[in-house]
């Protein structure tokens, strides 16, 4: 009887091991929102996508609400305009209109981002602004250029960050 008892809680705690596990696995699934991110040519959400991706956000064991999500899309969205490889990645972007230099195209970028469970409404869109309330844009200057007359004319960013 002892063998058979100590046998029998053995199960019950697999079983009890096992259904946690299940419950945890299911809580990672339910427990995670969606952020959408963009770079926007001009301040409006109806203004052309330069670049967008997403961006997966978890909350605690109780879940994350939609209000939650959408305050951490500032953290997530906000990706760093002023390195080389961004400013040469948005120039590449508009590579068939770009005119050869001394020619240039300046493009006006916008940070964008929303939880994708908030309506798509300007209201729920987060951009990046100045302490005034006013979106922040940065311009992104871009050309065509070839160093050398037998060489390939390639994009290139012309901004000061760039050289």
């Not at 997403?54 to 899309?73: D, L, M, N, W, Y």
């Not at 770009?98 to 020619?103: A, E, K, S, Y």
Request: charged residues 20%.
């Amino acid at each position: 009887t002892l063998l058979y008892t100590i046998k029998f809680e053995g199960t019950m705690i697999a079983k009890s091991v096992v259904l946690f596990l299940a419950l945890v696995s299911l809580s990672q699934s339910w427990n995670t929102r969606t952020l959408a991110c963009q770079l926007k040519e001009g301040t409006s959400i109806n203004s052309h996508t330069i670049r967008s991706w997403s961006r997966t956000v978890r909350g605690g064991f109780g879940g994350i609400s939609c209000s939650e999500a959408q305050e951490k899309v500032r953290s997530q969205c906000n990706v760093n305009l002023n390195t080389k490889s961004e400013r040469q990645r948005i120039c590449e972007h508009y590579s068939a209109s770009l005119p050869v230099w001394p020619g240039k195209k300046v493009v006006p970028v916008t940070r964008m981002g929303k939880a994708n469970c908030m309506d798509h409404v300007a209201s729920n869109f987060w951009r990046d602004e100045d302490s005034h309330g006013k979106s922040r844009v940065t311009n992104v200057c871009c050309t065509k250029y070839a160093p050398n007359p037998w060489a390939p004319i390639k994009v290139h960013c012309c901004d000061s960050i760039c050289y």
